[in-house]
């Protein structure tokens, strides 16, 4: 695997352990964060306050992940399966009940110096309000 590669799997790893001071410690200062069909943000403390409201309203391990990098190792792109559980209302979005979800998703990575310095994840938001409106 290359360093690349290494890295996202890294982080994707703390991901799944809810190890959230080690993923942060992979970002970049200045990381660029393009929220789902949101706004981006930036900053590592940005992504911390994010990660925050995420481990309060969800629940989430990310499955079959498979990742992509280009030659440069400036470029990565990953595409797994999210599998999680809506645990506390997030503002805007349907009551939560500790319903249950499952959908694929996908982020693309910007690296510099070893670190991560864009991410930009992607998921079917109407799959997801399907899931747990039902």
């Not at 890295?7 to 352990?17: K, P, Q, S, T, V």
């Not at 999680?84 to 959908?103: M, S, V």
Request: hydrophobic share 40%; aromatic share 12%; proline share 2%.
């Amino acid at each position: 695997m290359n360093r690349a590669a290494e890295l996202i799997r890294r982080y994707y790893d703390a991901f799944n352990h809810g190890d959230w001071s080690t993923m942060l410690s992979f970002l970049t200062d200045d990381v660029a964060h393009d929220i789902n069909q949101g706004a981006r943000e930036t900053g590592r403390e940005a992504f911390r306050a994010f990660l925050g409201r995420m481990n309060r309203c969800y629940r989430e391990r990310l499955e079959d992940i498979v990742i992509l990098t280009d030659a440069s190792g400036r470029r990565a792109a990953a595409e797994y399966v999210v599998v999680g559980e809506y645990l506390a209302t997030d503002e805007g979005l349907p009551p939560a009940r500790g319903q249950g979800y499952r959908l694929p998703g996908g982020a693309f990575f910007d690296l510099r110096e070893d670190k991560i310095a864009r991410v930009s994840n992607y998921y079917n938001l109407e799959n997801w309000l399907r899931q747990v409106s039902a």
